[in-house]
């Protein structure tokens, strides 16, 4: 069993700070992220302008204190990113996660660094990546 905090002070208050990103049923870009490792689920809703950028986001979580951390941690940077960037960003999380690769370029991802040590809540950290991907991987519903 690892030493390190998993729930830090930290951790909390940015699962805490989800309501930014209140669950919009307009938003027209939807998909769903299950962790099989904790049973975690987060739901997103999206929103890309004419250049395929997220210009919204809108967040329903049913996760663990790390997973909805982790959204946060995704929700506060992913205005203006592409499925291509975030393609890249979830490989560059996976890698990280498994001790493969550097820290991700992602604005706050540190802030996970202490659930880094916890195998079983890695799951739960890529959720938004892996929810905003699956999103917009769907055709846009009507409006």
């Given at each position: 069993?690892?030493?390190?905090?998993?729930?830090?002070?930290?951790?909390?208050?940015?699962?805490?700070?989800?309501?930014?990103?209140?669950?919009?049923?307009?938003?027209?870009?939807?998909?769903?992220?299950?962790?099989?490792?904790?049973?975690?689920?987060?739901?997103?809703?999206?929103?890309?302008?004419?250049?395929?950028?997220?210009?919204?986001?809108?967040?329903?979580?049913?996760?663990?204190?790390?997973?909805?951390?982790?959204?946060?941690?995704?929700?506060?940077?992913?205005?203006?990113?592409?499925?291509?960037?975030?393609?890249?960003?979830?490989?560059?999380?996976?890698a990280w996660l498994a001790g493969e690769g550097a820290e991700p370029d992602w604005p706050g991802i540190g802030l996970l660094r202490t659930a880094r040590d916890y195998p079983?809540?890695?799951?739960?950290?890529?959720?938004?990546?892996?929810?905003?991907?699956?999103?917009?991987?769907?055709?846009?519903?009507?409006?």
């Open positions: 069993m690892s030493a390190t905090v998993l729930y830090t002070p930290e951790v909390l208050a940015a699962a805490m700070s989800l309501a930014q990103w209140p669950w919009d049923d307009s938003l027209p870009l939807v998909g769903e992220a299950r962790s099989r490792a904790c049973g975690s689920t987060l739901q997103i809703g999206l929103a890309r302008n004419d250049a395929g950028q997220i210009s919204r986001i809108g967040l329903r979580p049913h996760a663990c204190a790390v997973g909805q951390a982790a959204a946060q941690v995704f929700a506060a940077a992913a205005i203006g990113h592409t499925a291509e960037s975030l393609t890249q960003a979830r490989a560059e999380l996976g079983g809540r890695h799951g739960a950290i890529v959720l938004a990546w892996d929810a905003a991907l699956a999103a917009l991987a769907e055709p846009a519903k009507a409006g």
